[in-house]
Structure formats: structure tokens, C-alpha cells
């Protein structure tokens, strides 16, 4: 009778299994994967039940307060999917599980202080701060006077008043009030009918009902009251109870029921290759690589068809951007309410609802973004990762896992196969694929053969030497103009991602990079120079270029607003709709720009990378690239690839209907392989050049890396023990590994914290795991170093 418990504390002391009693009431309820309360030193907490044992060498054994779920809400193969995420991205095992439920469902810990004693028995300060009440809230006292604090802080250690740790859901359930008409003898009726008109006529209505039927819409529609039906109520001549509704985020749209596509042969070659693991019961790894607009998704859909008539369940992998109404109307008119749908525009208790419909299998299908990987399903037959090179897919905060580790693991779990679909691969992907570790499917048309945008790239080191200082070329202004002209549309994307600028000849293009690293100089405004985010390597802001000597070099980096503005200059007349971060906060927004376009009320589409993605509108017929240099130049080595793939993806929004395309992209930097090869759409060729590259450089996928960030916020605190830890990692780990750093981190500071960090590139490192581990230990039992933190990436994708 007794359980072990995981508890809600994230600290690497209480990162292990715990011993507790099993309440004799609880026995039948309390298994793996339930959430139990339990005393923890003075608190009550929050756990996780791992396993159940007979024997445990534990003495005075506490025993659990409170069993917060009646079924498990992880089964046994997600406890083991946290158990393995915790070792593989080196967290907290509380904190995988975490990840892995809703938010609703998280523990929020909210603190009280309670009065332990006779309240005349407490000192006069004491006593004024609770009021007429018992209870008073921590965080609130925390917040007022400091005296007061201490006050308290007294009371508590004399044992007076005690501090507990409330656990409550953020969301409630939402329910609504039924009512259904219990049996009813026709003596009883008559009698309702002769005395109570208006009761009789509730009933009736109610009869003829689907039950049991909305208590407020039954008043309303019969024109009764509430007195009306308390009096059937008290007869007993009807029931009512409260009843559960979900928030059902799409429940004001409507969806025509779509019919499989009958497809191209490219098409049914590819359905075929995916069919025959999920005939087989078989984990198989396949990269479907299909151009912009060759049908991958119908592919999906079909294919989800297929793993639904075999009586199982399908995971479709969407990023977060890429989850357009648009695409969610695609699976919810194939599988109506079969689809559960999730993402970070949904509130708490959307998600928790979509949620419990996978649990409680009410549905078969999910799409969502990233953590819909964790998806309840018991009978996986298939996983889908749709643009699987999309660095959305890797979580930025512990756990940091890889959305595409987690597939796999799961359809090997499930024997499913997991489906990584693309028409711009990771380069680590692809080479994999090329290797024969995941099969190579390709789709090399679009579908109805509609032929690939042209793209122009303009040089704008020639539009300088020619006079013209403005943001657009003079290219892409006239496209713009005939666009006006025809009554056609037009995309502008300007690529702005990242927080650092980096240092740019506006003559030849030359851009300042480091000479050890191969990665763009970052410029930093304090101290008015360059730096080196991978080896530290410094110089000052030179005042001409070194490749040409022009003296028209400068920092590069320009808003969505200004271009805003600059574009009116030229076209006044223009309806500009203008998409950011500023202007799609409000839920709902994004959805409202986009119909807005859609529907032909802009002439002119402005965004960032959220306009990169699934925008399908037959009246596009010019996309501009203001600065495609800008993603080039950030330092990270996978600068080249991430041009190229939003690059195509932008590309792949223009001419998608009968209007054949035109695609405009300016750049400093124009024979760039990354920018040279979007104008032939070649990936292969791209593949092969970013190959020699990574090779050269030593990156993956020939090498891995790892990253560790440490900050606090003493400066001298930080940079000390950077140099310890990168001094022992270089003295433990192998000689072929190398460890980068310790250096200032690209963001140097956030909130008041100082970040430092070291890079670890190796090829085979037995000792990675262990030593990172012995880091952290190290650094997390030491209690003088409490405000330090140390975070660690074992596949980092942003170098910030
Ligand atoms: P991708 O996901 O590869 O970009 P989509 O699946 O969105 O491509 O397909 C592009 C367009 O072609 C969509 O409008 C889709 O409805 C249409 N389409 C896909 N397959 C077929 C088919 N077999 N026959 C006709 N139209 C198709
Ligand atoms: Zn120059
Ligand atoms: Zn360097």
C-alpha cells in the first residue's frame, strides 16, 4: 500500500521518487499516472504516481492527503515518454511531465497564511494584518510593507500562524443547466394541463425534445420562466442537473463536408509508400519532400483516412503560424468532429477541453502545434510533421525538446510511422533521408503541373550606385504599381527575426564576419563594435569596408512601420494591411487580417514571417523580399539554410491559382548560394552546397553541439563561473571534442540577468550526459550560488 511519488518541486534534491502511504479509501484509485496532494516538509504539494510497491525502507512514512484525478491523466507510455525526455534534454522529470499536460490541469500554487492558534493569542501586529479573516494571501503581503514581512516572518517561525500551499486548476470546467422529463402518467399531465397552462406547455415542448435538452433555451422558446419550471420541478415531473459543454473554438464556423481528391500519379506513388508501414503496423521514418503546392496535404488527409478505418488514432504536427484557419478548415471538413484542434491561440480552457477529447477518445485526429505531440492517444497509427524544418518545432524553455524526437519516439512506441514532410528539409533531415535512415519520398510538380513562381533578384548595391536611396528597388515599385494597375495583390515580406544587427557595406554587399567561425559579426551599440557570438572574437566598428574601402557601412535592421509609411509616400492611393507582432496581439486579429486580404479589402500585404506561411489566395500575383540579407546575417550557422526556406516558402505564395506569379527579392548579397538558387527553386543543389559548408565549419549534422547558458545577476558572478565550467569541461571531455567560450551571450543581459555562454561541438562524446549532469548538480546544491542559473541545450537551435 504504498506509492512513489514524483512531486511538483523542480530542484535537482527532489528529482526522484518519493515514498507514501496509500489511504486504505484510496487504494483501488491511486495508480500510475495519477495527481495526487501530499505533505512535503511543511507544505502540501502536488505529485506524479510513478509505481506502486508493497515495501519501502522509508521510516515514518507520510501518507497521501488528496487524489486530485478519478482516471490517470498520463498513461504508462507518456510516463516513460517523461522519464526519457528528462534524460535526453537533461531536465527535471516534474518538468517533463508538466509539458505535457494542459495548462488548465498545471499546478498553481498559490500561498496562504493561515492562523494556527486562538487569534487573541497572536501579538497585536499580527493580528491587525489579518482582519476579521483567517486567512491571508502571500503574495499580497509580499507586495505591501516590508515591516510586515518580518512581522509575519516571526509569527511563523513561533509557530503562530503557517503557511500553506493551496493546488487549484486554472480553468473549470463549463457546464450548463439540462432538463429531461421523467415519466410522466397521463392522469398527471391532464391534471397539469387543467391547472397550469404554462407549465403544461413547457412539458409538451420538452417531449418532443432530443433529451436532455438546454434548460434557458427551453424557457426561452416556450416563453416560460424559471418559476415555470422550479414548479415541474418540485412535481418531479422533471429532472435537471448541471451538464457539461465544451468551449468548442471553431463552434461558430461551418464546414462543407470535402471528398478525397482523386490524386496524380506522384501523389499515389507517395500515399502508397506511407500506406504500406501503416498496413504493416511498422515504425518507419519517411520524408516526404514535395515542392510548394504539390499536394502534400491531401496526402495527409488521405492517409489519416486510411489509419482511421484501422480503428486508430493520428497525430498532424502543424508550426504554430502554419495553423491558419485555413488549414484547420482542410481537416475538419474531411473528418467533421473526429478532429480535436490545438494551439496557443486558444484560452486555457479551450485547450482543456480539445484535450479531454482526446482523452476520453471522443475524437481520432489531432492538429496542433508543438505540444500536441504529447496528444493522449492510447493507439497511435500515425504521426505527421508537416514543414518539419520549421525551428518552431524545438522548444525554447525546459523541456527542450525536438517536436520531431518526440514523434519518433512515439511511432516506435506504437510501431506507427512518422511522417516528416517538407518542400525545404532541415539540412540534418535531408541528409539523414540521403543516408538511408528515414525513406526519401519526393514530389517534384505541383499539382496540375502549375509552374513554380519566376524570381528576380534585384542587386541593391546597383540601385545605390544609381541613386537610389529608398527601401525598394526600382523593380519592385513598378511591380507594385502594375499590380495597382490590374487590380491585383501584392505581398511585401520583410524578414526580421532576431534581436541583433549585424555590420553591412552598402556598396559591395560585404558583410563584416568572423575570420575563426565563419558567422556574421554582431554589432553592439555599447562600445560601438563587433563581436563574435561563437568565439568571443572583438574589433571596433570599422569606419570603411575592407573589401572595397567604400565608407557606406553601417548596421542593418528596419521595422514593419516604416516601411509602412515609406510605402504610402509612394502610393498613396494603396490600401497597405500590415501584419506583425504589434498588430496581431488580439486574439483573433490574424484571422481578421488575413480574410480581410483574402476578400480583396488591401492592395498591399505587409508582414514578418507570419505572412511566410499558408497564404493561398488566388489574386497574388507579386511577393516582394524587402531584405533577404537579414536572416542571413545572424549569427548562427544555420543563417543560409533559414534564408533559403523562407525564401521558397514566400515564393510559394504568389501564382498559386490561374495568375502565374512573380516573385522580387532584393539583396546587398545577391550571389549568395542561399539566395542564388531560390531563383532556380533548386533544394538539391542547396542541400549540397550547405553540405560542403557544415563540413568546412565542422556543424551539424556532422558534428553536434550543445549549448550552456549561464546567467545571474552579478556580472563578475557569471564570468567566473563560466571559465570554471568551461575549464572543466574542457579537462573531462574528450581531446576531439571542442568546447567554444566561454563568451557573452548575443542577448548579454535579460531581465537584469547576465548571460555567458559555451559551445560543445562533437562527434562522439560517451561523457556528454554525465559531465553536463555533474555540472548542474554541482552548481544546483550549491546553496551560495542560488540566484545562478544554468540552462543547457543538448541540440540548440537559436544561439541567443
Ligand atoms: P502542399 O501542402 O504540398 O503545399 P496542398 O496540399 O496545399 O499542397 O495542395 C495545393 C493545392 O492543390 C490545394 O488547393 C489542393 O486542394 C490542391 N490539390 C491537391 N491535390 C490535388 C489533386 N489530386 N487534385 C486536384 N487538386 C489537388
Ligand atoms: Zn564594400
Ligand atoms: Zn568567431
Redesign the pocket.
Known amino acids: 500500500m504504498i506509492a512513489r511519488i514524483i512531486v511538483d518541486v523542480p530542484t535537482a534534491q527532489t528529482d526522484r521518487l518519493f515514498d507514501y502511504k496509500v489511504p486504505n479509501e484510496w487504494d483501488t484509485l491511486v495508480q500510475p499516472g495519477i495527481r495526487v496532494v501530499v505533505p512535503f516538509g511543511p507544505r502540501k504539494i502536488q505529485g506524479f504516481v510513478m509505481e506502486r510497491t508493497d515495501t519501502s525502507d522509508v521510516k515514518n512514512m507520510k501518507a497521501i492527503i488528496e487524489v486530485l484525478d478519478p482516471v490517470p491523466v498520463l498513461s504508462d507510455e507518456l510516463l516513460a515518454l517523461g522519464k526519457w525526455l528528462a534524460k535526453a534534454t537533461i531536465c527535471f522529470q516534474v518538468t517533463a511531465f508538466q509539458a505535457m499536460l494542459p495548462a488548465a490541469l498545471k499546478t498553481k500554487v498559490s500561498k496562504k497564511i493561515q492562523v494556527r492558534v486562538e487569534k487573541t493569542e497572536l501579538p497585536e501586529q499580527v493580528r491587525i494584518l489579518f482582519g476579521n479573516g483567517n486567512q491571508l494571501d502571500w503574495d499580497s503581503l509580499k507586495k505591501g510593507e516590508p515591516s510586515h514581512l518580518l512581522t509575519m516572518k516571526k509569527a511563523i517561525e513561533a509557530g503562530l500562524v503557517e503557511i500553506e500551499y493551496a493546488t487549484k486548476a486554472h480553468t473549470k470546467m463549463k457546464t450548463e443547466r439540462v432538463v429531461t422529463v421523467s415519466d410522466v402518467s397521463d392522469s398527471e399531465l391532464e391534471s397539469v394541463q387543467r391547472k397550469a397552462k404554462k407549465q403544461f406547455e413547457l412539458i409538451q415542448y420538452l417531449k418532443k425534445k432530443k433529451q436532455p435538452f438546454p434548460s434557458q433555451q427551453a424557457m426561452s422558446e416556450t416563453k416560460t420562466s424559471r418559476a415555470t419550471l422550479n414548479a415541474l420541478l418540485d412535481k418531479g415531473l422533471v429532472r435537471e442537473w448541471a451538464q457539461e459543454v465544451y468551449r468548442d473554438p471553431t463552434s461558430n464556423e461551418t464546414f462543407n463536408k470535402s471528398e478525397p481528391?482523386?490524386?496524380?500519379p506522384q501523389?499515389q506513388e507517395a500515399l502508397h509508400m506511407i500506406s504500406r508501414p501503416i498496413e504493416e503496423d511498422r515504425y518507419e521514418t519517411i520524408l516526404l519532400h514535395?515542392?510548394?503546392?504539390?499536394?502534400?496535404?491531401?496526402i495527409y488527409l488521405q492517409a489519416i483516412a486510411k489509419v482511421l478505418e484501422k480503428g486508430q488514432e493520428a497525430i498532424m504536427l502543424v508550426p504554430e503560424i502554419s495553423l491558419t484557419p485555413q488549414m484547420v478548415n482542410r481537416f475538419k471538413a474531411r473528418f467533421g468532429n473526429l478532429v480535436a484542434i490545438m494551439h496557443s491561440g486558444l484560452s486555457n480552457g479551450e485547450k482543456y477541453d480539445e484535450w479531454r477529447k482526446i482523452h476520453r477518445k471522443e475524437v481520432s485526429v489531432v492538429v496542433g502545434a508543438r505540444s500536441a505531440v504529447f496528444a493522449p492517444f492510447t493507439n497511435l497509427g500515425l504521426l505527421i510533421v508537416d514543414e518539419e524544418h520549421e525551428s518552431s518545432y524545438k522548444q525554447e524553455e525546459a523541456p527542450r525538446y525536438h517536436t520531431r524526437d518526440v514523434a519518433k519516439y512515439r511511432g516506435e512506441i506504437h510501431r506507427a510511422p512518422v511522417i516528416l514532410g517538407s518542400?525545404t528539409p532541415s539540412i540534418e533531415s535531408f541528409a539523414r533521408a540521403k543516408k538511408g535512415n528515414y525513406t526519401l519520398v519526393s514530389?517534384q510538380e505541383r499539382?496540375?503541373a502549375r509552374p513554380m513562381p519566376e524570381v528576380e533578384i534585384v542587386d541593391m548595391r546597383e540601385e545605390l550606385r544609381n541613386g537610389n536611396r529608398s527601401m525598394f528597388s526600382r523593380a519592385l515599385l513598378q511591380g507594385i504599381r502594375d499590380r495597382l494597375d490590374r487590380k491585383e495583390q501584392s505581398v511585401l515580406f520583410l524578414n526580421r527575426r532576431g534581436y541583433s544587427t549585424f555590420v553591412m557595406c552598402r556598396d559591395c554587399g560585404y558583410v563584416a564576419s568572423c575570420d575563426y567561425c565563419d558567422i556574421s559579426y554582431t554589432y553592439h551599440r555599447k562600445g560601438h563594435s563587433l563581436k563574435c557570438h561563437y568565439c568571443g572574437d572583438e574589433k571596433p566598428m570599422p569606419t570603411t569596408c575592407s573589401e572595397c574601402g567604400s565608407e557606406h557601412i553601417r548596421f542593418f535592421g528596419s521595422g514593419t512601420q516604416k516601411v509602412e509609411e515609406e510605402l504610402y509616400k509612394h502610393f498613396p492611393e494603396a490600401t497597405v494591411i500590415r501584419m506583425d507582432v504589434d498588430t496581431t496581439r488580439k486574439k483573433g486579429s490574424h484571422k481578421a487580417l488575413l480574410d480581410a486580404f483574402g476578400q480583396g479589402k488591401g492592395d498591399i500585404l505587409l508582414g514578418t514571417q507570419m505572412i511566410a506561411k499558408g497564404l493561398?489566395f488566388p489574386n497574388i500575383t507579386l511577393v516582394g523580399v524587402l531584405a533577404a540579407d537579414s536572416m542571413l546575417h545572424i549569427p548562427d550557422f544555420r543563417s543560409a539554410e533559414r534564408t533559403f526556406q523562407v525564401l521558397e516558402q514566400v515564393a510559394?505564395r504568389a501564382g498559386?491559382a490561374e495568375l502565374t506569379g512573380e516573385v522580387i527579392v532584393q539583396s546587398y548579397t545577391p550571389e549568395h548560394y542561399s539566395i542564388q538558387l531560390v531563383k532556380q527553386h533548386d533544394y538539391e543543389q542547396f542541400f549540397a552546397s550547405e553540405m560542403r559548408i557544415r563540413k568546412q565549419g565542422g556543424y551539424p549534422p556532422y558534428y553536434y553541439m550543445a549549448l550552456l547558458t549561464i546567467s545571474d545577476q552579478d556580472l563578475a558572478t557569471v564570468i567566473k563561473t563560466s571559465g570554471k565550467i568551461a575549464e572543466y569541461l574542457k579537462r573531462t571531455l574528450s581531446k576531439d571534442t571542442v568546447v567554444l567560450g566561454p563568451v557573452v551571450s548575443p542577448i548579454a543581459r535579460i531581465k537584469d540577468r547576465y548571460r555567458y555562454q559555451c559551445v560543445i561541438k562533437y562527434k562522439h562524446e560517451p561523457k556528454l550526459y554525465e559531465t553536463l549532469e555533474t555540472v548542474l548538480n554541482h552548481y544546483q546544491r550549491d546553496t551560495t550560488t542560488k540566484r545562478l542559473s544554468i540552462s543547457m541545450d543538448v541540440h540548440p537551435y537559436f544561439f541567443m
Open positions: 481528391l482523386l490524386l496524380t501523389q514535395g515542392v510548394t503546392g504539390s499536394g502534400k496535404t491531401e518542400a514530389l499539382v496540375n493561398d510559394g498559386r
